[in-house]
Each structure stands twice: as C-alpha cells, then as structure tokens.
C-alpha cells in the first residue's frame, strides 16, 4: 500500500490514489451503522429502554412516560451531541492533516481544543451567565488563539513547521493553557462547573446547546466539503498546488477557519477530547485513498461513529459511573500516535 | 551546548564559585522571605528566635510544624528535578528532555494514584513507602520509552525520544482519570491536587522519606559528572574515548529516573523544573556537568521555592498548586527555546 502510495504522490502528474467505490460503500454502510449506534446509545444506559419504545417515542411521543421523557431530554441530544462533536473533530483533523501535510495533525495535539477550553474558563470566571451561542463564539476564538500560538512559535524557529515542533509546541501551549486555566479556576472557585471540559464527555447535552452548535458545525462540514478539492491539491505540497494554480495560502486560511468553528464548536458542546481528529483521517486515507472530496465525508461519518461508540462504551463500562470518553478515545488513540511516531514515511 | 573555549579552566572554576555563591545568597533570601509569608503574618526576630527555639507554643506550630517542612521539601524536590533535568539533557543530547516532557513524572504518579486507590491513605499508606513505588512506576515507564524510541541501526533519536514521551504521556493520563472516576470523594480531592503538583507532603515525614534520596542520589550525580560530560559528545565520540556508552547510559538514567521518582512521590507532578533550570544553569556556568549540575541543583530549588511561596501567598487563603506556578513560568520557557532549537 505504501509504495502504490509512494508512486503516486512522486509522479510528477497528480495523479492520486482513490477508491470511489469503496468510499460510496463506506458512506451508505458507516450512515446505516450510525443510525443502529445512536439507536443503541438511546436505548442503552443506566436505565435500559427497549427500542421499540424509542420508535414509539420518536413517531407517538407521550410527555406523561418517564421513558418518553429520558428519550427525549437525555439521550437524544446526548446521542446527536456525539455524532456532531465526533464529526468535527475527525473533519478537523482531516483539514489540517491535508493542507499542512503534518501526520501528526489533530486539534487536541497543537493545542486548538486547549486554547478552545481556557477561553470557556475565562468565560465561566469573568462572565457568568453568557448565553450559550456566545460562549460558542468565546471557544472558537479560543481555538485561532491556541493554534495561533502553536503555529506562530513554530515558524520562528529555522527550519519551519515541522511536525515535532508543532507537535512538542502544542504540548506546551497546552500545558501552559491547562495550568492558567486550573490556576483561574481555583481562584475564582469554579472547578466544579470546569471538570467536564478537562476530561470531555457528553453527557451535559441539551436541545439548547445542539440547537446552537448544530447550525454552525453542518455549515463548516459543508464548507469542507466545497474546499475538499483544493485540500487535495494542497495535499500533493505547495509547489504542485501553485503550479496547478491554487491560491495555497487564501486556502489555507478558508481552511484555518473550519478548522476553528469545528474545533471551537465541538469543544464548547463537549470539552476537550483528542485524538479523534488523528486517528480517523489516518484510518479513512487507508480505507479510501487520499483524495479529499471522500476523505472529508468519510471522516465526518466515521468520527462520528467512533464518538457514538465510544460514549456508548464509556456508559456501559462501569454503570452507573460513566468513564470519561476522552480517556477511553486516549487509550485506542495514544498507541496510534506511538506508531505514527515511529513510522519513517508517511505519506498524505 | 557549545563549550566556551575562551574561558580557561581556572577562570571557569572561578566563575562558576562565584555563581553558585550567588546562587546560594538568593536560596537564603529567598528562605527567610517564605518562611515570612503566609495567612499569618510574623516579623523576622521572631522567626529567628523561633528557630532556634525561642519562640511561643503558636509561633512554633506555624514555623516549625508547617511552614518549614513545606520550604524544605520544595527546595528538594526542586534540586532532585533540576539535577535528574540535567541528567536527561546530558544523556540523550536533548536540550528538550525532561522528566515531565518524557513522561516519567507521570509514571511515577499513576503508580502512586494506583497505590492510593487500593490501600486508602489514612490507613496503612507509610511516607517511606511512596518513592519505591514511585521509582517502580517511573522505572517501568522509562524503560517502556527507552525501547519504544529505540530503533535498531539508528539507536536514540531525540526527537522520537520526545514524541514517543508526549505519547506515552497522554496515555497515562488516560489512565489516571479513567482510575480517579473509581476513587471516593476524599480520595478524589487528594488525587486531584496531588495531579496538579501541589506539594502536600507538608509533614516532616515526607523531608525524612526524601531525604535519603537525596544525599544518595545528589552525590552521586556529581561524582558522574565527568561520565556525563564524555556521554554528551556523543556516542561515536564518546565510544571512541573508551568509555562503555550503553552501561554509563543505563546508570545515568536510572540516576535520573530515581531522583525525579522520589520527588514525585512527596511533591507530586511538578513539570519544567528539569527542563529550565538546567539551562540557565548551563548559560551561567557553561555546558562542564561538574559545574553544571550543582549550579542547576540550586537553581531548581531555588524556582520550586519561589513557585510555592508565590502559590501560597498570591490568591491567599486558598492555595495554587506549585506545579500550576512552575508551569505558568516553565512552558513560556520552554516555547522559547524551541523556537530557537533545530529539532
């Protein structure tokens, strides 16, 4: 596979690697899959609803039934919030991957989703009570400060952007935004409200929240999807990408944006949860090939899938006590990571 | 780490005595200014006088009891940081190592949580306990980073040495958090701060537990100095030298390794010390370990002492966590010196 790839991306004429087939079969089975998932997500839980009830509270919804009403206030918009939140961040990570040619690329990595979640501490400490749309808009411009410092340090130093150092800044950028945010979050005595977006999880979920965040987060999908082909472009390096005549760096700042909408988005619904946006671009180049009017689909579906899945998992592990789903995402995430770290060639 | 042929060895060693002196002068005034802050306040006579002795049953409690076990432990915790900091610079050529960066800080942290969730602390935990178990989990996560970064034919690479620690880093905290979830309450809060790098072991206890750690390992550091100082020309040159590169390399880190284990365990996971302190050290004596590791000794102590008395003192009566002060002071840093370094 790798030297198909290799060839590929070395011959002069961009001619890629793609499987429109199996990228369709991906699209309509992974859509099936996510109905069933999120189907299970409602069903399953602390308390166990059969799904013939929840087809009947979807068709004929009767607010007299304790059930109906679980269905209805908890676990649909926990099961949406899931699927939106694990669209993002895999779309996310796609993006960059694509544009900046970093497999190492994640939002969670290069310190977005950090950035993202220190501006919501700010928020919770300096402006209780702001409405949820403009808590949103705090986290998305969380999510450029946290990059912008990741990116802007990195290209001081010689030799660029290369994947470690953007890699070991996020590191820190993070840690330092980590350690500033629990520095505030003690003084101003709002732990409690904060340790969710530490640890991620979905659980919070409300109409509300996915009223405000779902209008915003399909637009940036769709947007991504507008973009996809010159991400391909870009994909192949900047020399090929201007000579073909795209305008890489209008691009690349189009590209910025959904980056930040999807990152910020996702964050502010469920907190900062890393690794999806890594491990889903890598596993959906795999699966289709490297053309991203089909990577950027498929990674929004499969994202979501895993998010479904994982925070399905993370309820059924130890009920009634649910694990964090950022956690349980880390531990099939942080062995991919070693291995990317390892590989020598890699290939976008 | 460029050595500074300019200077002669004699005006070097002099340099570097005068350096540590005033290194040691800012330690002292630094130690009379914590152990003079605090929620109550107490004029310098009296401390003084209470010190040795002298003072009335409360001022006793407060200076003897819990302010200075407090000042000795960060001023330990900060050395054995600094040194083990430098250690790891040496040994993997890395000016970017650290034992927070690599991740063996949160080894030793996720066997200590570990420990704390199957033997509750108020029962059976024993002080002397926690750095072995602390050197254990430490041990095991270095051993696992050494062989993960490890690649035949090319040996150590830096900068995979560092991606595969931040890696191995975030699963461990995975972990962790997977493992606090199960916690009590009670065992919850004390995890929780521990984390954070909060220096909780403010009993006198815990000085007696680190310190053999300390007067073994510290020494022994020192005394390797000239070791460290071959190890870091590299291992070509340094295998042409004579010296026999695996074994000195392997007794380093495990030095390294112990020192950052037992600081772990009584002060928690405190990032950056080992990662600033040797630098300033080295740009203020130059890159000879024989000065460089003494004079990074005293500059971590120096920076954990001034963290916690800032963490204590700054949003008083509650308390910030030293490791959240380091690293608000150590990650700017550390940015720093990446955008200068051609990882």
Redesign the interface.
């Known amino acids: 596979m790798s030297s198909e790839l290799e060839q590929a991306s070395s011959a002069s004429a961009p001619k890629l690697k793609s499987r429109p087939v199996a990228a369709s079969l991906i699209i309509i089975g992974g859509l099936i899959a996510l109905a069933l998932g999120m189907a299970a997500s409602i069903a399953f839980g602390a308390k166990q609803i059969p799904l013939s009830m929840v087809w009947e509270s979807l068709t004929h919804f009767n607010p007299d039934s304790s059930e109906h009403q679980i269905i209805h206030e908890l676990r649909m918009p926990r099961a949406l919030a899931a699927a939106l939140v694990g669209a993002g961040f895999a779309v996310a990570g796609a993006i960059m991957q694509g544009m900046t040619r970093n497999p190492?690329a994640d939002s969670g990595l290069l310190g977005i989703n950090a950035g993202a979640a220190f501006a919501m501490v700010l928020c919770f400490a300096f402006l209780k009570g702001l409405p949820f749309l403009y808590l949103m808009f705090f986290s998305l411009a969380g999510a450029a400060f946290g990059a912008g410092?990741v990116f802007g340090?990195?290209s001081?130093?010689?030799?660029g952007l290369?994947p470690?150092?953007l890699?070991?800044?996020g590191?820190?950028?993070s840690?330092?935004l980590?350690?500033?945010g629990?520095?505030i979050s003690?003084?101003y005595?709002i732990g409690q409200d904060l340790a969710f977006f530490y640890?991620g999880g979905v659980a919070g979920a409300k109409w509300i929240h996915i009223k405000v965040v779902l209008p915003w987060v399909i637009a940036a999908l769709l947007g991504a999807m507008a973009l996809s082909r010159s991400i391909t472009l870009l994909s192949l390096g900047d020399d090929i990408a201007t000579g073909l005549g795209q305008r890489t760096r209008l691009v690349k700042i189009i590209g910025m944006i959904f980056v930040f909408v999807l990152a910020g988005a996702a964050v502010s619904l469920v907190g900062s949860i890393?690794?999806v946006g890594l491990i889903i671009p890598h596993l959906t180049r795999f699966l289709v090939g490297v053309d991203y009017r089909w990577v950027i689909p498929c990674s929004a579906i499969l994202g979501s899938l895993l998010m479904v899945t994982a925070d399905l998992s993370a309820r059924l592990v130890?009920p009634p006590?649910?694990?964090?789903v950022?956690?349980?995402i880390?531990?099939i995430?942080?062995?991919f990571?070693?291995y990317l770290?390892?590989k020598q060639r890699r290939e976008m | 780490m460029q050595p500074q042929q300019a200077l002669s060895e004699k005006a070097r060693s002099r340099r570097a005595v005068l350096v540590m002196s005033a290194l040691g002068a800012f330690l002292l005034v630094m130690f009379i200014v914590a152990i003079n802050s605090g929620e109550i306040r107490l004029g310098p006579w009296q401390v003084i006088k209470t010190l040795f002795g002298f003072g009335d049953a409360r001022q006793q409690l407060v200076i003897i009891d819990f302010r200075l076990p407090r000042i000795v432990i960060s001023m330990l915790i900060g050395a054995c940081f600094a040194v083990s900091g430098c250690i790891l610079q040496g040994i993997t050529r890395n000016a970017?190592a650290d034992s927070g960066?690599l991740g063996i800080n949160a080894g030793a942290g996720l066997v200590v949580v570990l420990y704390v969730y199957l033997f509750p602390l108020k029962t059976s935990a024993s002080p002397f306990m926690m750095p072995f178990l602390a050197l254990f989990g430490a041990g095991v996560t270095a051993l696992l980073i050494y062989m993960?970064a490890f690649?035949r034919h090319q040996g150590l690479s830096p900068?995979?040495l560092?991606?595969?620690g931040?890696?191995?880093q975030?699963?461990i905290?995975?972990?962790m958090?997977?493992l606090t979830?199960?916690l009590d309450p009670n065992q919850f809060q004390f995890v929780q701060v521990w984390i954070?790098g909060s220096i909780w072991g403010t009993k006198w206890d815990f000085v007696f537990a680190h310190l053999p750690w300390f007067l073994i390992l510290v020494p022994l550091a020192f005394s390797k100095a000239k070791t460290l100082n071959i190890l870091s020309l590299g291992e070509q040159t340094a295998t042409g030298l004579g010296a026999p590169v695996e074994k000195d390399r392997l007794i380093m880190l495990a030095v390294a390794v112990g020192l950052a284990a037992s600081s772990v365990a009584v002060g928690g996971g405190i990032?950056?010390v080992g990662l600033v302190a040797p630098h300033l050290a080295r740009r203020l004596v130059g890159p000879q370990h024989q000065f460089s590791l003494p004079a990074s000794a005293l500059i971590g102590a120096l920076l954990v002492l001034v963290a916690d008395t800032i963490g204590r003192t700054i949003?008083s009566p509650?308390?910030?966590?030293t490791?959240?002060?380091v690293?608000?002071i150590g990650?700017?840093y550390?940015?720093y010196l990446?955008?200068?370094?051609?990882?």
């Open positions: 190492l410092l340090i990195s001081l130093a010689r030799g290369s470690v150092r890699a070991l800044a590191a820190a950028v840690a330092l980590v350690a500033l629990e520095g003690i003084h005595n640890a890393g690794f130890n006590a649910e694990t964090p950022g956690a349980l880390a531990v995430g942080v062995p990571f070693l770290a390892r | 970017l960066i993960l690649k900068i995979r560092l991606l595969v931040i890696g191995v975030a699963g905290s995975a972990a958090i997977i979830i199960r954070a990032g950056f949003s509650s308390e910030i966590a490791g959240i002060v690293a608000v990650a700017p550390f940015l990446l955008s200068r370094s051609r990882v």
